[in-house]
């Protein structure tokens, strides 16, 4: 939300607190004479109104937080449990969505404004009653009595429409937190990772590839990071690994670069996130037809670039680049 308009929110809300504050005032002192003099120094407006706009703009901040701790006891109870605290929820959503965030913040700005009128109807109410008691005979008793009625049906309007607007909000803010965690994790499962498994033989850096399942191309063992349960982006890398490779050692948990990668001509394109393993230990692979083996960096490069576009024989190339200057 834009300072701009929590400046207004804030303003509104101070505004409405001197009107209650005022007829505070006018129980204790005669402000109709303050009144008066005031009127005397008409030249002095622009400054007086600049006072009393300041003035309202620090009481808003105070009646602000009061008026939230004060809705605490009439706020809307969610339906369901809620995943996060209502603050967790909010920092997720303006993290991974501005649009969304912006809408939020509507609509907190609205719950903002009502509630403190909420707040400050209730004193508006009490002060007034305060004033009857204190001037049972003053002229203008029949008009704060007229008044506080339209002060207390006033009351219950905001009161509804706060509840109401409250309920609106935590709707809202459940259903933009499920579409952004869900966006999420669909976007994670998606997430392709690879282990660009390694051994030292005779002080030679030697990779490991497997075969792609149609047989037609060699590959690092690679596959989709899972999420349930969740999956750190390495492990999912390591067991891939182990799965297509029958592989298993030390892998980094730092990536170490990525890599543009494609099954077919039809399919869309994969970013690959890219893992160096150490290999300490082998097996048999869990999927058939893998046929791991051992290359050369430079045998390495013209396996991977078999049958492939130009781009992908330059990213797999890339690769084995990076990962023969990040061992040495």
Not at 5 to 21: H, K, T, Y
Not at 81 to 89: A, I
Not at 104 to 131: K, M, P
Not at 207 to 215: A, D, H, M, S, W
């Amino acid at each position: 939300m834009s300072t701009t308009s929590i400046f207004v929110e804030i303003l509104i809300v101070g505004i409405e607190a001197l009107i209650w504050i005022g007829l505070l005032l006018c129980t204790r002192w005669n402000l109709c004479r303050g009144l008066e003099i005031l009127t005397e120094y008409k030249e002095y407006s622009v400054l007086i109104t600049t006072f009393l706009l300041a003035l309202a703009y620090v009481i808003g901040i105070f009646i602000d937080r009061v008026a939230d701790s004060f809705y605490r006891i009439f706020r809307y109870s969610y339906d369901k449990p809620l995943p996060e605290t209502v603050g967790k929820m909010r920092l997720r959503i303006m993290h991974d969505s501005e649009g969304m965030a912006k809408f939020l913040d509507y609509q907190r700005s609205r719950l903002r404004i009502a509630r403190a009128t909420v707040f400050n109807l209730f004193l508006t109410i009490l002060v007034g009653s305060c004033w009857l008691v204190q001037h049972p005979n003053s002229n203008d008793m029949y008009v704060v009595k007229l008044m506080i009625v339209i002060g207390v049906f006033a009351l219950v309007i905001s009161l509804i429409a706060t509840r109401r607007i409250d309920k609106a909000q935590m709707s809202r803010l459940n259903e933009a937190y499920e579409i952004v965690t869900e966006t999420k994790e669909n976007n994670m499962s998606q997430q392709v990772v690879a282990a660009v498994c390694y051994r030292r033989k005779n002080s030679e850096i030697e990779f490991l590839l497997v075969r792609t399942k149609n047989g037609k191309h060699w590959t690092f063992p690679k596959g989709h990071v899972k999420q349930k349960p969740p999956e750190m982006p390495w492990l999912a890398a390591s067991r891939e690994a182990g799965e297509e490779a029958g592989v298993s050692g030390s892998i980094e948990k730092e990536l170490f670069t990525c890599y543009a990668y494609r099954k077919g001509k039809k399919a869309k394109e994969d970013v690959v996130a890219a893992y160096l393993m150490l290999v300490e230990s082998e097996r048999k692979p869990d999927e058939p037809g893998r046929d791991p083996q051992w290359f050369t960096p430079e045998l390495a490069v013209k396996k991977l670039a078999k049958r492939r576009e130009e781009k992908y024989v330059r990213e797999h190339q890339r690769v084995v680049q990076e990962a023969i200057a990040r061992l040495e």
